[in-house]
């Protein structure tokens, strides 16, 4: 009785305390995603949440909307956050590439090598080249806050056999979404590019429409994939699956500048959350996919730079075909380029 006693106590005191927040709230941000509690992004967003109203001493409430409850799509939500209905909204770079083609920049293949480099990058000054590009191309009222991950990173499966090196790709048709970059780099590694909504994946498995994906782990295991047949998964990690977290410009500026610093830590609190949650829930994916039969195969360094350079036309044609894709690419290349060497500088030093 006494211990029932005390959490009901203790519960509405927690209640009352978020009601008396909220009262004396002086903002307040509505943040989507369109996605679910399962989701990157709903760890992000939670920390977020915890992070902007402790540290604002509830000047600022966060109020959480996870599905389409505010928006249904890339577009109509990032018009959202333009005309200010939508504060915070969280997309892929196929999401956003409607309104910002050149941050499909994040799915060009085999430019970030691993999660140290790709968080380092994504924690610099390529972030905020992609910002001042994107409020620009907003009029000032779409604002990158930050880059995280949703998903860990890309791999190639299929149903047919081992993919050890490009040439096991020669015509396998590969599932990918209704988009020109996806499709020129299947073709630049010898599949057939297949575009089919992500609801209908499963059932193509099974039918042979398509023969192979290229999805994060937690996603393949997530749907049942090896249900359908999906059997085979090369870790080549061909890209890191960005998520990109804008913002209104116009409710951030509207904030005073100490409000907007807390803001500004909440995304990296978020950014952070986002880069170890895929890390933690992949583990009990790749377990889950040997456990049932599935082959994984890690390539070679050799095997993996030949994928490299047998996806190397990919660059050319997003340069030459993707608005300001030159800039984000030179963008991406140089930031790799500096943490590649001040993170093997580092290593240096530690190995001693």
Known sequence: MLKTALKTAAV?????ATALSAAAADYTIRATANSNENDEDYDGLVVFKNYVEAASNGAIEVELFIGTQLCSNGAECLQGVADGSIDV???????????????????LPYLMADDRVAEHVLSGDFTRTIRDMALEDSGDTIRLMTIGNTGGWRNFANTKRRVAEPGDM??????????DLPQELVKALGASPTPIPWPELFTSFQ????????????DIMGMKFPDAGLQYVTLDGHAYMGALWWMSNETFVAMPEDMRQVVVDGFYALQQATFASPKRKSIAAYQEFVEGGGDLYVPTPDQKAAFKDAASPVYDWFKANVTKGDAAFTALTEAVAAAETEINAARMKDLK
């Open 12 to 16: 509405a005191a927690l209640l009352s």
């Open 89 to 107: 909204y969280i997309s892929t770079s196929g999401g956003a590439s409607g309104l910002f083609p050149y941050v499909q920049v994040l799915d």
């Open 170 to 179: 020669a015509g396998l048709k590969i599932r990918t979404v209704v988009a």
């Open 207 to 218: 039918t042979g429409v398509v023969e192979g994906s290229k999805n994060g782990i937690t």
